[in-house]
Each structure stands twice: as C-alpha cells, then as structure tokens.
C-alpha cells in the first residue's frame, strides 16, 4: 500500500515544483508551490511509518561503514534549514571516527534539529555540540533548544510512538520522529536521551561508540 502511494506522490511533488518555478510568483505559481510542499510533506509521513513498521518488527538495519562524525553532524545542520535560528555548532573541528550508516545518523540529527526549530522561538539559539568521552569511548552530540522545554508528565512517552507533546500546537508531525530516531541508535549500539537544559529548553544528546583507539586518540 505504502509504495502504491508513494510513486503518484512523487510524480505530484515533481509536477508541482516544475509549475511553481515556471509560474514563478503568479497566483497560480504560488498555489502550486504549495501542492509541492504537501506532497513532500505526505512523503516524509510514509517515509517515517515506513521506518516505524521496521523499527518495531526488528527489521530496521543500518549499513556500518567508518564515518566521520564530525562530518556527519555538519551535513545534518547545513541540511536543517533553520533560517530562523542561531545555530552554534562545537566540538566539529576535527575527526571523529564511528562505525556508523551516515545516513541514519543525519535522519536522526535532522529530526532533533527540526524539534529544536519548532518548538522554540524564531531567533533563539540552538546550540549543537560534539563530545568524546575516551573513559566509556562514546560519542555524543548535543542539540539543545531555549523552547518551553518538555513537562515532566509528558517525559516517560517521548520515545513512544505516536506521540505529540501538548507542547506541539500548531506545529506538524507524525509523532514517529524520536521513536525511529530511538530505534536507530540502538541499532548502533547507542542511545537517544533527553534532559531539561538549564535555564530553560531541551537537550536531546545522540549517543553512540567511537572505532577502536579513537577516544585515545582524540583525547591527546
């Protein structure tokens, strides 16, 4: 069913985007422009229970392959688009070897990020940092938000399915975000986590092993 979908929604999105660049900023452009963005956005949704389905049967694998973190964590803010944002990124200035499927790993940057720039004020900052601890060989990146942070009733079903913080009004999802974000990591071993920032806001830390001897190494 999903991929009877997913081709006329493609098709869709294509047309549209051809339309709204060929219409430019007629009215009619402008409405096409529109029908594009619902058919992504309609893409990303079955992308996403796409991704839960596997999650829940086992089935989501990742492709290990050694990655640069630190690369990883530059493509996934490029790649956010949060104009609206001050996005302060540390800790990325030199190599960070894991044994990581790249892409997974941005998925699940990228679905951090978008939290962050919806649920916090236009013109706040979001800070995005990369650590290494070399006594547990883990690396974390921390991506911490100024919104009203995450009510502490709501905390125990944040990695569930389906579930949309009351924090959430007016902003669009599946729900799916941190529960695939969740099974991602620990198909590497890892975790994804939550903390209340102090002094107000979130702070969601992806957390995975470094490669043999790289904590040490980066630790010098």
């Given amino acids: 069913m999903i991929h009877e979908l997913r081709n006329p929604l493609i098709g869709i999105d294509a047309a549209a985007r051809v339309l709204a660049r060929d219409l430019g900023a007629h009215p009619a452009g402008r409405r096409a422009a529109l029908v594009a963005e619902e ?5 990303d949704l079955l992308e996403s229970v796409t991704d839960a389905e596997a999650a829940a049967s086992g089935r989501l694998r990742s492709v290990l392959r050694s990655v640069d973190l630190a690369a990883v964590v530059r493509a996934a803010v490029e ?12 800790g990325v200035e030199g190599p960070v070897p894991v044994r990581a499927d790249a892409r997974r790993l ?10 962050a720039g919806q649920y916090s004020p236009a013109g706040s ?5 990369l650590s290494v601890d070399g006594r547990t060989r883990r690396a974390t990146v ?3 938000d100024r919104g009203p942070g995450i009510p502490a009733a709501q905390r125990r079903r944040l990695f569930r399915k389906f579930t949309r913080l009351t924090t959430a009004d007016g902003t669009r999802g599946s729900g799916l975000g941190l529960y695939i974000s969740k099974a991602i990591a620990e198909d590497h071993k890892g975790e994804v986590s939550y903390r209340p920032a102090r002094g107000g806001g979130s702070a969601f830390s992806l957390r995975i092993p470094l ?8 630790s010098r």
């Fill in 39 to 43: 058919a992504r956005h309609l893409l």
């Fill in 79 to 90: 790649g956010a688009h949060l104009s609206e944002h001050e996005v302060r990124v540390r």
């Fill in 106 to 115: 941005r998925q699940v940057l990228g679905n951090l990020l978008a939290n």
């Fill in 125 to 129: 900052p979001i800070d995005v940092t």
């Fill in 142 to 144: 921390e991506v911490r």
């Fill in 211 to 218: 490669r043999t001897r790289a904590a040490a190494a980066r």
